[in-house]
């Protein structure tokens, strides 16, 4: 039976000469593997281009319950990207992002609260015409909401210490590792609550841009299970810095 469902890609995997396995986040079914045949013929119809990671896409999907690999009718961009992939800035927070997607996204049912967030937040970014370096801060702590790990912004005036294994606020320093100081949190909470259209306002140096992301990773890392290294984490400070 033919579905009409909206997509992003999440990884593209070489299954011979001429196909591939793509895996995409989709709205209707979640994450699904999908064989597409013919992607590197000089007239695929779908082709590798419209398969890069954080690609959004409509797709028309034969989809059969209890089945590993689906298979794809038909696959467009939709929206096609402005600037993403002429941006370097932009196409190395898109990579890095998707890494860390890939690594956090478990979902084979439906999750349209999820798929919308994500899809729109890409769609917003690659509109958007403000350099925004902040982007994949912002959007890792606020996806954290619908991973089910957001941090708790209640504190009390002598609450000064954000415990990120509890990802809530403490009066004294836990005795493990893993927390922020007083600095550091206003800024950990700031980038979660703010909108994304806001998050300019918070001027960062290169060096507290990296310490919150490191902190950012280390928070995915305790309440993620499996997360491990992200790979692309390193080119991405190489390209902001």
């Known amino acids: 039976m033919l579905h009409k469902t909206r997509g992003i890609v999440l990884k593209t995997t070489l299954y011979s000469e001429s196909s591939v396995i793509v895996q995409i986040f989709t709205e209707k079914f979640g994450i699904q593997s999908y064989i597409i045949n013919g992607v590197k013929k000089p007239r695929a119809k779908i082709s590798m281009n419209m398969l890069q990671p954080l ?9 059969k319950a209890n089945t590993n690999i689906q298979r794809v009718s038909a696959l467009r961009p939709s929206p096609v990207f402005r600037s993403i992939p002429y941006d370097i800035i932009k196409s ?71 415990d990120l294994q509890e990802g809530e606020f403490r009066s004294s320093a836990p005795v493990h590792a893993h927390f922020l100081d007083k600095d550091d949190a206003a800024l950990f909470i700031s980038l979660f609550s703010l909108p994304l259209e806001k998050i300019n306002e918070i001027t960062l140096e290169n060096k507290t841009r990296r310490s919150i992301l490191d902190k950012i990773l280390v928070y995915y890392t305790l309440h993620t299970a499996s997360f491990g290294e992200i790979r692309s984490h390193q080119v991405l400070e190489d390209v902001l810095s």
């Not at 690609?55 to 989809?63: F, G, K, N, P």
């Open 55 to 63: 690609h959004l896409v409509d797709m028309i999907v034969y989809h």
């Open 92 to 162: 190395t927070i898109v990579l890095f992002l998707n890494e860390v997607l890939y690594k956090s996204i478990r979902q084979q049912t439906t999750d349209e609260h999820l798929f919308d967030f994500i899809f729109n937040a890409i769609c917003w970014f690659d509109e958007t015409e403000e350099l925004n370096v902040n982007f994949h801060l912002s959007f890792l702590l606020k996806l954290s909401r619908f991973l089910g790990f957001a941090p708790s912004t209640l504190t009390k005036s002598n609450q000064s210490f954000f």
